[in-house]
């Protein structure tokens, strides 16, 4: 029969007991020794030296109680026994110089005895295998159990640590499903992704590359990221967000990186910078190649190093986040032609993922299609759904060659949104779906993002602002401008337009709503009817 | 290939006893035994500590070929040569009994070409293990009346948990001869005492008085150890009548509730004292072996425990001899041993 070898720390406070009395209690090294159904060969004591008494003493009463056990001391150094870093090493240090023979020996870690910096350190090694060994928890004794009380071993290797560790598996797929919105996806290239990014997102914090075609859903995942990691508490700053397109010219700079006070001309107070803001917590540059080449050298040394300049300060601030930029374009490409920063590039696609767009995962559009209709129905606290022949008829179309789904998952949204908006009593019915079909084949003929009637919004915007909108908000502030157009005044078009929510509110407001809304875009609505 | 004698560590009550009985007799009988089920009913099922020690103390003196034989083993198989009389020294680990070893060997080495003296450093006083004064006061007189050439010194008591007792059993060659149990006229001596080592005053005091109580108890004793044997009591009731002799015991301690002891020792008090008869359960089931071995005797006892039938039954097998047990009309039991 293999030999059993116990390591242990010497308990210097609950192995200290000293008179006769000590053999009344509970001493963790002796216990170890005393069971009737285990028996130590070998017990490795571990003590600094200040402890020599003490432990020449156990090695007394362990020879009395268990003549079978041979103690064996080692001095270990120890200033401060809850220092992490210091008892690792220590400890590391002890299973490096020890000589294992694991063909005639079987060990046993002893977790009763030590600090609990110790015994997590002792699990630490014994995991990693630094020590191969089992675990051994002593028990002080009860009424059932007398002196020597119970004991307890934990093979990490064995199928116990199997069902803890299945419960990290399930942890991880419940990351996974979060980082989906909870959308059933079926696609596996798609799930596979998913899977990836969440270990990578749970178990680093190196910046995160996401690219894919617009509307694959970039945006949406890494605040899904950023909430995965603040559940978890591996972040607890907030979530800043930006697109790298609207930050084009001077603003760029100060936009990112802030400036104090008087700057520059019209600076006229200090501005704390998107990059601060995310401090211990995320930033998600979308479009990063959109970037001038200026902010890309100070982004790179602010990832490298957390800290940068504010424009027209001497100081430099410093800021720790994590870092998750999006982007449609070939950045390889970019460089190629000195339109991105190769460093920058290095730095930030160590993680690269390729979001797929619809069209490369059609299994995963009924899921989204549900999805998106309970999206509806919670902003507009009101059920969406469709009736049989509709859904089917809008499946089918939206799997169909003809569907090309230019802006991927955002054309979905907004072909949801519309017939949602258009729909009676949350009913989506054929009338609705066959208009929606036919609005979306005029507007992928087109061939063009923006949308069709180009007029309603540039007569009012400029393009440089019009550029800067999301699909989903140009289609929105269309068909607002739209109604305001024709509509007689401000009550009236705000009446239309906020049918239904009106309704469910005690007083109505809306013509400060559809004020407020339009105010986002400097308009007003003497700019839409300057007569 | 070996013809083992296969025993069933299972039955009766699948104890220790039988583990014992069957190695002592198969050093004695030379004949090779394949024990199996090892104390399988019980909640730690296998060789504990105590036994490994005396499978091996077994092993040491028989100079044994044995397989299995490890902590926790349910089956092991041993195979004695001679037995080798001489001085031995065995620790037991844990505190465990010191008496149980010395019960596995002490028969054995009478069969031995020459003197031994066996040191065995443990503990003297153990639950369910004879103590050292009944080994002392009870066993081994029944022994030398027989002819053994026994004697046994403690040096030093050794309470549970610490141990650290020491007995030394000096066994000469020697042949068992039957004995002749007279007939028994009761108690004349009946002795309460109480042992303690570190025990508060009051506790032990109200130990002997508790036991004064019962009419039969003719003196009480208090008896306080030194200090180093650690934390400990026994309480007893010492008997003595005639030819016969009785120890009764209660196991206290420090954790132990002092009404829990009285009650025990009361407890077989009543029994013993109601019975009438000068022999115990437990020193029936003691007698069996050497009695056995002296291949012929017999003696009143009251109605057997199945302990006793097992083992009975076990040293049957191996000695091949008949051991019975005839109830009679007063409740009592005469147990005959007949080699014919």
């Known amino acids: ?531 | 290939m070996t013809d083992y004698i296969n025993i069933d560590g299972s039955l009766g009550e699948g104890g220790g006893q039988i583990l014992r009985s069957s190695i002592a007799l198969s050093m004695i009988t030379g004949k090779a035994l394949h024990v199996f089920n090892i104390r399988a009913k019980r909640s730690k099922p296998g060789l504990l500590r105590q036994h490994l020690t005396a499978v091996k103390a077994a092993i040491a003196i028989s100079q044994a070929e044995a397989t299995g034989v490890q902590l926790g083993a349910t089956e092991f198989w041993f195979e004695p040569k001679s037995i080798q009389g001489g001085d031995y020294f065995f620790a037991i680990g844990s505190a465990g009994s010191a008496s149980l070893v010395m019960q596995t060997i002490l028969y054995p080495l009478m069969f031995a070409s020459v003197a031994s003296a066996v040191r065995v450093e443990g503990g003297t006083y153990n639950d369910f293990a004879p103590t050292y004064d009944f080994l002392q006061e009870v066993l081994l007189p029944y022994l030398q009346r027989m002819g053994a050439k026994i004697t046994l010194v403690l040096d030093r008591y050794g309470f549970y948990p610490q141990g650290g007792g020491h007995m030394t059993l000096t066994v000469e060659p020697s042949v068992l001869k039957p004995i002749k149990f007279t007939e028994f006229n009761g108690w004349h001596d009946v002795i309460a005492e109480s042992i303690a080592c570190r025990m508060p005053k009051e506790t032990v005091g109200q130990q002997v008085k508790a036991l004064q109580r019962i009419p039969e108890v003719t003196e009480g004793k208090e008896t306080r150890l030194p200090s180093k044997c650690g934390t400990g009591n026994v309480l007893y009731l010492r008997l003595k009548g005639g030819d016969y002799s009785e120890l009764l015991v209660g196991f206290g301690g420090a954790r132990v509730a002092t009404a829990t002891v009285i009650k025990a020792v009361k407890r077989q008090a009543n029994k013993l004292l109601g019975a009438k008869v000068g022999v115990g359960e437990y020193l029936a089931d003691q007698l069996l072996l050497p009695m056995a071995l002296a291949g012929s005797g017999s003696f009143e006892t009251m109605q057997p425990t199945q302990h006793s039938l097992t083992n009975a039954a076990v040293i049957g097998q191996l000695l091949g001899i008949g051991i019975q047990f005839k109830s009679s009309e007063n409740g009592l039991c005469k147990v005959i041993i007949d080699s014919g």
């Open chain 1, 1 to 531: 029969m293999k030999k059993k070898i116990a390591i242990s720390l010497l308990g210097t406070t609950l192995d200290k007991r000293y008179g006769q009395k000590r053999w009344e209690r509970w001493r963790p090294n002796i216990a170890l020794c005393q069971y009737d159904d285990l028996i130590i060969d070998r017990l490795e004591l571990l003590f600094s030296k200040d402890f020599q008494s003490l432990a020449d003493l156990i090695k007394q009463d362990i020879k009395q109680t268990s003549p079978e056990t041979e103690v064996v001391f080692h001095h270990i150094e120890q200033q401060d026994p809850w220092d992490f870093e210091e008892v690792y090493a220590t400890l590391h240090d002890f299973s490096k110089s020890y000589t294992f023979n694991p063909e005639k020996e079987d060990y046993l870690v002893h977790i009763t005895t030590g600090t609990h910096v110790a015994q997590i350190c002792l699990f630490l090694l014994t995991e990693a295998r630094y020590l191969p060994a089992q675990l051994i928890q002593t028990s002080p004794p009860n009424k059932e159990n007398p002196l020597p009380g119970t004991y307890s071993t934990i093979d990490l290797d064995l199928s116990q640590y199997d069902l803890i560790a299945q419960r990290f598996a399930t942890e991880q797929q419940e990351g996974a499903h979060f980082l989906k919105s909870g959308i059933a996806t079926k696609n596996p290239a798609f799930n596979k992704l998913i899977d990836q990014i969440e270990h990578v997102a749970m178990h680093s914090t190196a910046p995160v590359l996401l690219t894919g075609p617009t509307g694959s859903g970039k945006t949406q995942l890494a605040r899904k990221v950023y909430e995965l990691k603040k559940q978890r508490s591996q972040i607890s700053g907030e979530f800043v967000e930006v697109n790298c397109a609207t930050l084009q010219g001077d603003g760029a700079m100060s936009a990112l990186f802030g400036h104090c006070k008087g700057a520059f001309t019209g600076a006229l107070s200090a501005r704390t910078g998107l990059l601060l803001r995310a401090n211990q917590g995320m930033l998600f540059l979308d479009e990063i190649g959109e970037l001038g080449l200026d902010e890309q050298a100070m982004l790179l040394r602010a990832i490298e190093e957390h800290r940068f300049l504010p424009v027209g300060s001497d100081k430099e601030k410093t800021s720790q986040f994590q870092l998750i930029a999006g982007t449609n374009r070939d950045l390889i490409e970019s460089v190629k032609s000195g339109h991105f920063r190769e460093d920058l590039l290095a730095r930030i696609d160590l993680w690269t993922f390729q979001l797929p767009g619809i069209k490369e995962r059609k299994q995963d559009l009924a899921p989204n299609i549900q999805y998106e209709l309970e999206q509806y129905s919670r902003q507009h606290q009101h059920q969406l759904s469709f009736n049989k022949q509709a859904y089917a008829t809008y499946l089918t179309f939206s799997l169909s060659e003809q569907a090309i789904w230019k802006a991927n998952f955002r054309d979905l949204s907004a072909s949801i949104t519309r017939m949602g908006t258009l729909s009676i009593g949350g009913r989506i019915k054929m009338a609705e779906v066959n208009d929606e079909i036919s609005r979306l084949l005029q507007r992928w003929s087109n061939h063009s993002i923006t949308p069709s009637s180009k007029s309603c919004l540039t007569t009012h915007l400029p393009q440089d602002q019009i550029d800067t909108l999301d699909y989903i908000e140009r289609v929105q502030l269309e068909a607002v401008l739209e109604v305001c157009m024709t509509a007689k005044n401000l009550s009236s078009a705000s009446r239309q337009l906020f049918n239904i929510s009106r309704t469910l509110k005690k007083t109505n407001n809306d013509a400060d709503r559809l004020r407020k809304y339009l105010a986002k875009y400097s308009l007003s609505w003497q700019n839409i009817h300057p007569s």
